[in-house]
């Protein structure tokens, strides 16, 4: 799935809660990638880092630096979000629930990665296990992820005005 829809699914399921709570959710949703594919495309603006070819397709996965592959098996993991989201729940007694679009991005992953181009690892490190999934880069995938967020989203807009809509009459009344 692409960056953007992993941040706006995470801060729709997650974000609900407390204003503040949308905008981390929304991080959260992303930050796999960020952590991953994001320092290398920024190494690469930088200069720092040689990019690699994506005009010509899909590039071998041996052009991609080996650190990009660690960072990613470490970043969309189950086994590593579970124990770091354990670890936060000890630390402060309770839930943080913005932490959950993490988990809710490898689980998407794991369906819209295909085993050709950066499986999902979501057993890792405890075992290599890979589920062929559709790539989320194929047309019909794409475009109902993006017209089921469009629908949600505008949904949870008009709810949004109408309550504004209704609290501001309750408040005349008054």
């Known amino acids: 799935m692409d960056i953007i829809s992993h941040g706006l699914w995470g801060g729709i399921a997650f974000g609900q809660r407390k204003k503040s709570y949308y905008f981390l ?43 990009v592959h660690v960072l990613y098996n470490l970043t969309h993991s189950l086994v590593v979000a579970s124990a770091v989201i354990l670890f936060i729940y000890l630390l402060k ?43 989320w880069s194929t047309p019909w995938v794409f475009v109902s992820n993006w017209l089921l967020l469009l ?9 949004y005005f109408l309550k504004k809509k209704k609290n501001e009459k309750l408040r005349q009344n008054r």
Do not use: C, R
Not at 95 to 123: E, G, M, N, Y
């Open 93 to 135: 007694k309770k839930v943080f629930w913005p932490l959950l679009a993490w988990p809710l991005h490898i689980f998407f992953d794991i369906f819209s990665h295909s085993t050709d181009f950066f499986p999902t690892p979501f057993l890792w490190p405890i075992k290599n296990y890979y589920i062929n999934g559709i790539a």
């Open 25 to 67: 959710a929304l991080f959260f949703g992303m930050a796999p990638d960020l952590f991953s594919f994001g320092i290398f495309t920024v190494l690469v603006w930088l200069g720092i880092e040689q990019g690699v070819n994506w005009s010509a397709g899909v590039p071998p996965m041996s052009a991609i630096p080996n650190y």
């Open 151 to 159: 629908l949600i989203y505008g949904v949870f807009i008009i709810f």
